[in-house]
């Protein structure tokens, strides 16, 4: 089984409102990843947790807060954002983290709008 | 650092056909894996072939297979017996061990 799950399927926010995405593996990876993608570009690595800490922060604005409750689930929060931030977001997971050579398993992603 | 480059922003190809989309990448690990992801228009992203820079023999996946040039620092996919589901941007992805590396993608178009 190599599915990872993301919720929700859109997303249509105002710049002050308060959301949060979810993602879920059950693979028994040890890392997960957030990602952002704008249309016909490549995914941006945003965070990378490996053992639920986080390893990785590519310097993304603090309007987007990750949080790893346990090694299955990945959240990122969102406040305040902009309407430059409308993007697909996606999430990943890894068997251990970015440092090996690894596969990274892709959800189905989370199309947001923020109006 | 690692760059991907991808030289074919749109490519197509009659259903049936074969076609070929080209990667080059530049490293100076020895140790690492290339990956060929699809990304339809639904947007999710698939992985659809895996080369580990230590095998010599080149990676298949039914249809799809690739060359791998290890000197040249080449990976190209080939996609033979094009089906209208191949279509999709197809994003070339290198991990040496710090992070996954893209290119710019290929938009694949399978005509009818």
């Known amino acids: 089984d190599t599915e990872v799950t993301q919720t929700p399927k859109h997303l249509v926010m105002g710049m002050t409102n308060k959301k949060s995405l979810k993602c879920e593996q059950h693979?028994?990876?040890?890392?997960m990843y957030w990602y952002k993608q704008k249309a016909k570009k490549p995914p941006e690595l945003m965070f990378v947790y490996s053992y639920e800490k986080l390893s990785i922060n590519e310097s993304v604005p603090s309007r987007f807060s990750p949080e790893c409750p346990n090694s299955s689930l990945l959240n990122l929060h969102l406040h305040a954002l902009q309407p430059e931030d409308s993007a697909l977001y996606l999430c990943?997971?890894?068997?251990?983290?970015?440092?090996?050579?690894?596969?990274?398993?892709f959800g189905p992603g989370t199309r947001l709008l923020v109006l | 650092a690692q760059t991907v480059t991808q030289s074919q922003p749109e490519m197509s190809v009659q259903e049936a056909e074969t076609v070929t989309l080209s990667c080059t990448y530049d490293t100076s690990e020895s140790d690492y894996y290339l990956f060929w992801y699809k990304q339809p228009p639904s947007r999710q992203m698939i992985l659809v072939i895996r080369q580990e820079a230590y095998k010599q023999q080149n990676a298949t996946e039914n249809r799809f297979s690739v060359n791998f040039q290890k000197a040249a620092k080449s990976f190209s996919l080939k996609i033979s017996d094009s089906q209208l589901g191949d279509a999709a941007m197809y994003f070339c992805a290198y991990n040496g061990g710090s992070r996954l590396t893209f290119g710019e993608g290929t938009q694949l178009t399978v005509n009818p």
């Open positions: 693979m028994g990876h040890r890392a």
């Open positions: 990943a997971s890894s068997q251990e983290g970015p440092w090996r050579q690894e596969t990274q398993y």
